[in-house]
């Protein structure tokens, strides 16, 4: 009918362009509320100096989370404009990877009304701005976020509020055909992690030179 054809043609309106990016779909699907839902937003500064982690910790796992009504996502890298927080009813600050902010910094995120995560995926042992300021950034959050359990069991050292989220993945390529030509290939893809290896590496060419095959080894980023 006429107030349906109506509503709809409103609906596609209002998608363009930005609602658009953020369903990421090919059809919508309108919620009906019955009563207006709690504004909240999740305002992440994103602090890696090379972003590989944020894609399965920050940005998709986001973006799904945006479809959801009365929440909104703010995603920052190496900044935050805490204005934008402004006018929300409730509001999460997330610190993914970031440099250990000052406790003046966190007293400020607290005045805004914000409750403060840390998202963080590695062992902070490995990075000496989080050793020498004594893992700070964890102790004075209200809790931290992290993708393993065998991490979170680090993280409580500092903060008892620690929950694992796995890293998530929208969509994964298409399945590669394996080749019974060519060599076995060994990946092997590393951030500072030298003094990790080095213990493996006596066994693995003991393997390697046992083994009768020709190996093509494929290292990202470490030597």
């Known amino acids: 009918n006429k107030e349906r054809d109506a509503f709809f ?14 369903a990421q779909g090919i059809a919508f699907l309108v919620r009906a509320c019955r009563t207006m839902p709690t504004n909240l937003l999740i305002h992440t500064y994103m602090g890696e100096t090379n972003p590989i982690c944020a894609r399965v910790r920050v940005v998709e796992p986001h973006r799904f989370l945006e479809t959801k009504p009365g929440l909104f996502i703010c995603n920052e890298y190496q900044t935050a404009d805490l204005k934008k927080g402004d006018g929300f009813q409730r509001k999460i600050f997330i610190w993914q990877r970031g440099a250990p902010p000052d406790v003046e910094t966190q007293k400020r995120l607290i005045a805004r009304g914000y409750l403060i995560l840390v998202e963080m995926d590695d062992d902070p042992a490995h990075w000496q701005n989080y050793r020498e300021s004594d893992y700070m950034v964890f102790r004075t959050s209200h809790a931290v976020q992290v993708s393993t359990e065998a991490l979170a069991e680090t993280m409580r050292q500092y903060n008892p509020h620690v929950q694992v989220f796995e890293n998530q993945m929208a969509t994964l390529p298409p399945k590669r055909e394996s080749s019974s030509t060519g060599p076995v290939r060994l990946f092997f893809f590393v951030f500072y992690r030298e003094e990790d290896w080095k213990p493996y590496m006596v066994k693995l060419n003991r393997v390697l030179a046992a083994s009768g095959v020709d190996v093509c080894a494929t290292v990202v980023h470490g030597r």
């Not at 409103?10 to 658009?20: D, F, K, Q, T």
């Open 9 to 22: 043609n409103s609906v596609r309106i209002a998608a363009a362009p930005e609602a658009l990016r953020k």
